[in-house]
């Protein structure tokens, strides 16, 4: 995971891309991805994947590894770092990439540059590291799965990222603007400043505790706590003011340990004013001290905030009464309408007299028309289903009536003209249920998985076998006296 190396981006065709991206699809379901499967997703000849996957593994993009039962690819964090770059640059955003300047215990941090050369930072989110596996335990990426790609918990990381610096750009609060992102990597606005942490003198010390003790209030005010606010993550401007970063491990304040996370924030602060500048102050905020104003958490779906929560929230703040009254509204628009529909005039009954009397005649006029198109759908449907329409077989609803059935119906509502048409002979129906059947049993013979073994590699299962036979003969020969 060393320092992010953009020399090949611009010499990588579409088809090195169209393979990474074919194995990052492939990871989805697979810690390894065979080449077969890889050369069929990015819809490749198999030699042409296994010389592109060569190169590829070359430069870092890619690794093959052997596993217990099959050997294949896996995207490294270069080759996972490209395609979200390439989408990038596609889009305008990053034209032109700089140094690096911040690491973090789950991130990456660069400087790069748009389209009109203005320089933009790039946080690249780093989950998986050593100092950061203990995952299920800090954050709530997991849910009910098992076990998960440190991949995507990344791309977890930053969508995440992104819409806390959305939400908070819009009321006010001092964050970096969010520009875009994709996959893992957040884009933003370069802060001129530097981190909390390298600042040794200020003008006004107590006016500084005040804008953060105060910005940590309007977090919990709007439903959403920091949980790491300290001074690695403060900026401090040109100006002298700070601009709060690193949002991921945002939690709701309803979460069960709220208030720990909370009073640690409000330590955290205090520490260091008393440490680095000799400041203390007997005033700071509790968790006892906050009111609502606003539902971030319920709009991002903060960790530790449960549907039934969520809708406790908004009744609280008549978000949810409003719904309620305009739903009752359209449900008293809807009554009155059907009140009017009920008020007929006073000539009804001899309008219905006079509509049956044409009904009878259209009726046998259209009943020789509606016969023959019912016969041809009828008969035309299993033929298709016959010709081998394996994988629309779920799909295929048997057709009852044609279009002049549906506009004689529309238009005069005829029953006695839909029950005669309904008798008319058709095709035996245990003989529609032997076709459908003999389909079926086609397609799931089609849909079987055939053995699966990469050209040009050994497979996992023959080595295995080689090894054992190997051990058995070393073993034996020296028993046995053989040779």
């Not at 709530?140 to 969508?159: E, F, G, N, P, V």
């Not at 994709?182 to 933003?188: A, D, E, L, T």
């Not at 005829?414 to 002979?425: E, F, I, L, M, N």
Request: with cysteine; proline share 2%; net charge negative.
């Amino acid at each position: 995971m060393g320092k992010l190396n953009v020399t090949m981006l611009r010499y990588l065709t579409k088809e090195d891309f169209r393979v990474l991206t074919a194995i990052e699809m492939g990871m989805k379901n697979h810690e390894l991805v065979p080449g077969s499967l890889i050369a069929q997703i990015a819809n490749l000849r198999h030699g042409g994947v296994h010389k592109l996957l060569k190169e590829l593994s070359k430069h870092r993009l890619v690794s093959y590894e052997r596993g217990k039962h099959y050997d294949g690819y896996r995207l490294t964090n270069a080759g996972y770092d490209y395609l979200a770059l390439k989408v990038l640059v596609a889009r305008g955003v990053v034209s032109s990439f700089g140094n690096q300047i911040g690491v973090g215990k789950e991130s990456n941090i660069y400087v790069v540059a748009n389209e009109e050369g203005k320089p933009v930072c790039l946080k690249l989110h780093r989950l998986g590291r050593t100092c950061f596996r203990n995952i299920k335990g800090k954050r709530d990426y997991h849910k009910h799965r098992k076990s998960m790609s440190w991949l995507y918990l990344s791309r977890i990381s930053a969508t995440r990222e992104f819409a806390y610096m959305k939400a908070l750009e819009d009321r006010g609060f001092p964050v970096a603007k969010a520009i875009d992102f994709n996959r893992h990597c957040v884009v933003m606005d370069l802060i001129e400043g530097g981190p909390l942490c390298g600042v040794h003198e200020v003008d006004n010390v107590e006016d500084l505790y005040d804008q953060l003790m105060d910005l940590i209030v309007r977090f919990g005010n709007h439903g959403v706590i920091h949980g790491d606010f300290n001074e690695f993550n403060i900026m401090i401007t040109d100006e002298g003011k700070p601009i709060v970063i690193d949002f991921p491990q945002m939690i709701s304040t309803e979460h069960v340990n709220a208030e720990y996370y909370f009073e640690r924030d409000v330590k955290c602060v205090r520490d260091f004013f008393r440490r680095r500048f000799g400041y203390e102050s007997e005033l700071y905020p509790s968790f006892k001290d906050l009111a609502r104003e606003d539902c971030v958490d319920v709009e991002i779906k903060a960790s530790g905030l449960t549907r039934r929560m969520e809708k406790d929230l908004l009744i609280e703040m008549g978000i949810e009464e409003e719904e309620e009254a305009f739903e009752d509204a359209l449900d008293d628009s809807t009554a009155l309408h059907d009140e009017k529909v009920d008020i007929l005039p006073d000539d009804f009954d001899e309008q219905q007299d006079v509509h049956s009397q044409h009904q009878t005649v259209a009726s046998d006029s259209f009943q020789n028309e509606i016969t023959i198109g019912i016969q041809n759908e009828r008969t035309e449907e299993p033929n298709e289903i016959e010709l081998g329409r394996d994988d629309e077989l779920n799909d295929v609803v048997p057709e009852l009536v044609n279009l002049s059935m549906a506009v004689c119906r529309s238009d005069f509502d005829d029953v006695r003209s839909v029950r005669s048409v309904s008798t008319v002979a058709t095709i035996p129906p245990d003989v529609i249920k032997e076709r459908a059947r003999l389909a079926l049993q086609k397609r799931n013979k089609k849909a079987q998985s055939r053995k699966v073994v990469a050209k040009g590699e050994a497979s996992a299962t023959t080595r295995i076998r080689r090894e054992n036979r190997d051990n058995i003969q070393q073993s034996t020969g020296g028993f046995w006296g053989g040779d």
